[in-house]
């Protein structure tokens, strides 16, 4: 049975959307399958197991360092004689403001959680960052320090907390691009043009409920509208406004059967002003009515 855990059972939204958490996994303590609305950071201390994601099977171990983003799903499955210790750090994305970031000399299209090893759920386990040595006890002593900070709740912790989990993101993110030099399985031009593609995927998602056009991503990422469609068509087959479409659709999918929200209030909370045209959208690519798949969802559970 599939668990959906909401932000409000570990954090208060309003105040400081962030929880940080050591926990021992072992075979008679497994966690059911579940996803979450907020985002997951895992840094794996000690131990073995396999990561059950999106119905695929992969191996973690000490030194391992991944991102659950929200809506997917996932769990661990863990052998008998062994375990897991892991952190868990959650926080929401409105945890680290905009504005904050940009005078801190991040720019919007990093997407700071969803850089390089994090960015692609497809391909994120298979480049998951394995840190060893020296890289590994300097992220374990940050995240250790966020836990600390966490627990301790000294004046100003919000703020160090934020300042830390940004070094956190970026110190990850330079350990991926050094180990990504070694890497010579891919030209360097296809390495930059998957780059991109997966960044734009992830502004795609991040900010899939506000108008997004060509020329706004042409200009945050520094390449032409014509150039930008061609590529991410090659990459992803589809345009971005398919993709734009996509991401909303399965959004939506998740509103109608999670909550009581009206179509109307779903088509504007996922981005469509019409809700005549989300409607024939959501018509063409499920099949359906949004009306009437949430009808099918009830009646199947009543059976």
């Known amino acids: ?50 990561h ?11 030194g391992n360092v991944f991102i659950i983003n929200p809506g997917e799903i996932h769990t661990y499955h863990i ?30 299209s990093m997407d700071y959680y969803y850089i390089h090893p994090f960015l692609d759920k497809h391909e994120r386990f298979h480049h998951c960052l394995h840190l060893k040595g020296t890289d590994a ?73 506000q108008k997004i056009s060509l020329a706004t991503l042409s200009e945050l990422f520094n390449i032409s509208s014509r150039h930008l469609n061609r590529v991410f068509k090659e990459e992803t087959g589809k345009t971005v406004i398919e993709a734009v479409h996509q991401i909303r659709i399965e959004r ?8 009581n929200e009206k179509v109307l209030s779903i088509a504007i909370e996922v981005g469509y002003d019409d809700p005549a045209f989300f409607t024939r959208l959501f018509s063409r690519q499920v099949g359906c009515s949004p009306g009437k798949f949430r009808d099918s969802f009830i009646n199947d559970k009543a059976l």
């Open 1 to 50: 049975m599939l668990l959906r855990l909401v932000s409000s059972q570990f954090m208060n939204e309003k105040e400081f959307p962030f929880y940080i958490r050591r926990y021992i996994h072992t075979s008679h303590n497994m966690p059911p399958i579940h996803g979450h609305d907020f985002v997951e950071l895992v840094y794996v201390v000690d131990g073995e197991a396999t």
């Open 52 to 62: 059950v994601f999106e119905g695929e099977h992969y191996d973690v171990f000490a």
């Open 79 to 108: 052998k008998p004689g062994k375990r897991l210790e892991i952190i868990n750090c959650l926080f929401m994305p409105s945890l680290i403001d905009k504005i904050w970031l940009n005078y801190l000399g991040i720019s919007e």
């Open 137 to 209: 006890g300097h992220v374990l002593s940050l995240v250790d320090g966020i836990a600390a900070e966490f627990e301790e709740k000294r004046t100003g912790y919000p703020t160090l907390i934020r300042l830390q989990l940004v070094q956190v993101l970026i110190q990850l993110s330079r350990i991926y691009g050094e180990q990504q030099i070694t890497t010579k399985h891919a030209s360097l031009r296809s390495q930059e043009r998957n780059t991109l593609i997966q960044r734009i995927c992830g502004y795609l998602e991040r900010h899939y409920d």
């Open 252 to 259: 939506a999918k998740s509103l109608l059967l999670e909550s």
